[in-house]
């Protein structure tokens, strides 16, 4: 048995590697941030049972001290800690750089002392800018359009690094946007659902012309999970990635129409990013991880916003539905 330690497993993605970890028959520690409420993020809303069977450490990426002690005893670890609002990176980068570049940094340092099997950095397609060429493979050019991007550029590069100089056995997971339950409202799905089943008919959006690439979240943690399984991974960065896209507006219209369809868009100035940064593409491709994994997408995208729908609305209490999430 595999022990496996989950930073950001208290977060959306890391909740749900958590409990499929569990279910794969792995041993899971789960890396929390600290904080004096002692609440355990999403964790704090599984079963006691499954609870029970995970071994919690609170602590801070950015302390490496609490980073190495984390990650003591263990076989596998998947970094997923980081700050990932685009518009909070805005107001605030060099909490960003201290998270995102240190907090990894901290993680490929203990793992070099420690010896540690095998170490999965959680990447963004953001680091790709808007799209060059599609579908967007792993050899794409990199452009940090926003602060938030930026430094998961530098995080990636150190992880590279570290394969390259001491040999760690790194790889760079590289999800496409992920949605589905216990996603925050600072995500463009959460946000429509949550006003529509909070009964508002006119539904705030920035730009509706970009297209993303939309993972649902149980295809992203079985990504995360085949490429630790798989040898020939080592040293590589892989693309998550369905190799379909579709338009904010287009999202939004499939969303008002399975919940409210008297519902209309309203363009809201706030929410919308700056001209240069704004990423205006995602269309990824997903022919490396099948060729290195037996991965492959089981969810079709109307599945996913049906599932995301229902859990959505029987959570709605842990939404602020009447402000703009950052």
Same mark, same amino acid.
């Given at each position: 048995?595999?022990?496996?330690?989950?930073?950001?497993?208290?977060?959306?993605?890391?909740?749900? *590697?958590?409990?499929?970890?569990?279910?794969? @028959?792995?041993?899971?520690?789960?890396?929390?941030?600290?904080?004096? /409420?002692?609440?355990?993020?999403? =964790?704090?809303?599984?079963?006691?049972?499954?609870? @029970?069977? &995970?071994?919690?450490?609170?602590?801070?990426?950015?302390?490496?001290? @609490?980073?190495? $002690?984390?990650?003591?005893?263990?076989?596998?670890? /998947?970094?997923?800690?980081? +700050?990932i609002a685009i518009p909070f990176s805005?107001?605030?980068?060099?909490? !960003?750089?201290?998270?995102?570049?240190?907090?990894? *940094?901290?993680? +490929?340092?203990?793992?070099?002392?420690?010896?540690?099997?095998?170490?999965?950095?959680?990447?963004?397609?953001?680091? %790709?800018?808007?799209?060059? %060429?599609?579908?967007?493979?792993?050899?794409?050019?990199?452009?940090?359009?926003?602060? %938030?991007?930026?430094?998961?550029?530098?995080?990636?590069? +150190?992880? $590279?690094?570290?394969?390259?100089?001491?040999?760690?056995?790194?790889?760079?997971?590289?999800?496409?946007?992920?949605?589905?339950?216990?996603?925050?409202?600072?995500?463009? &799905?959460?946000?429509?659902?949550?006003?529509?089943?909070?009964?508002?008919? $006119?539904?705030?959006?920035?730009?509706?012309?970009?297209?993303?690439?939309?993972? !649902?979240?149980?295809?992203?943690?079985?990504? /995360?999970?085949?490429?630790?399984?798989?040898?020939q991974t080592i040293g590589e960065e892989?693309? &998550?990635?369905?190799?379909?896209? &579709?338009?904010?507006?287009?999202?939004?219209? #499939?969303?008002?129409?399975?919940?409210?369809?008297?519902?209309?868009?309203?363009?809201?100035?706030?929410?919308?990013?700056? #001209?240069?940064? #704004?990423?205006?593409?995602?269309?990824?491709?997903? $022919?490396?991880?099948?060729?290195?994994?037996?991965?492959?997408?089981?969810?079709? /995208?109307?599945?996913?916003?049906a599932e995301t729908i229902e859990w959505?609305?029987?959570? =709605?209490?842990? !939404?602020?539905?009447?402000? %703009?999430?950052?």
């Amino acid at each position: 048995m595999k022990k496996a330690l989950v930073t950001g497993a208290d977060g959306f993605i890391g909740s749900h *590697l958590t409990e499929d970890l569990l279910e794969k @028959g792995y041993e899971v520690k789960a890396f929390t941030l600290y904080n004096s /409420f002692n609440t355990w993020g999403w =964790l704090d809303s599984l079963p006691k049972g499954k609870l @029970g069977q &995970i071994e919690i450490y609170c602590g801070d990426v950015r302390d490496p001290n @609490g980073v190495r $002690e984390a990650m003591r005893g263990v076989d596998i670890v /998947f970094h997923l800690a980081a +700050l990932i609002a685009i518009p909070f990176s805005y107001h605030s980068p060099d909490s !960003y750089v201290d998270t995102n570049i240190k907090g990894t *940094l901290n993680v +490929l340092q203990a793992a070099r002392e420690l010896a540690t099997e095998r170490v999965l950095v959680t990447s963004t397609s953001e680091v %790709y800018g808007t799209a060059q %060429y599609v579908p967007i493979d792993e050899k794409h050019p990199f452009q940090g359009q926003s602060p %938030y991007s930026a430094t998961k550029i530098g995080a990636d590069r +150190l992880a $590279e690094s570290f394969y390259r100089s001491f040999r760690l056995p790194v790889s760079i997971v590289r999800p496409f946007n992920t949605y589905g339950p216990r996603q925050s409202a600072r995500a463009v &799905i959460p946000t429509v659902i949550t006003q529509l089943l909070a009964g508002r008919e $006119e539904i705030k959006l920035g730009a509706l012309t970009p297209t993303r690439d939309f993972n !649902y979240v149980k295809d992203t943690t079985a990504g /995360f999970i085949a490429i630790a399984e798989s040898d020939q991974t080592i040293g590589e960065e892989i693309n &998550i990635a369905t190799q379909k896209e &579709i338009s904010i507006g287009e999202l939004a219209g #499939e969303i008002i129409n399975q919940i409210n369809p008297k519902a209309r868009i309203v363009c809201d100035e706030e929410r919308i990013r700056p #001209e240069k940064s #704004e990423v205006n593409r995602l269309l990824g491709s997903n $022919e490396k991880i099948k060729k290195l994994t037996d991965w492959k997408p089981q969810y079709t /995208f109307e599945q996913g916003i049906a599932e995301t729908i229902e859990w959505i609305g029987n959570h =709605l209490n842990f !939404y602020k539905c009447d402000i %703009y999430n950052v």
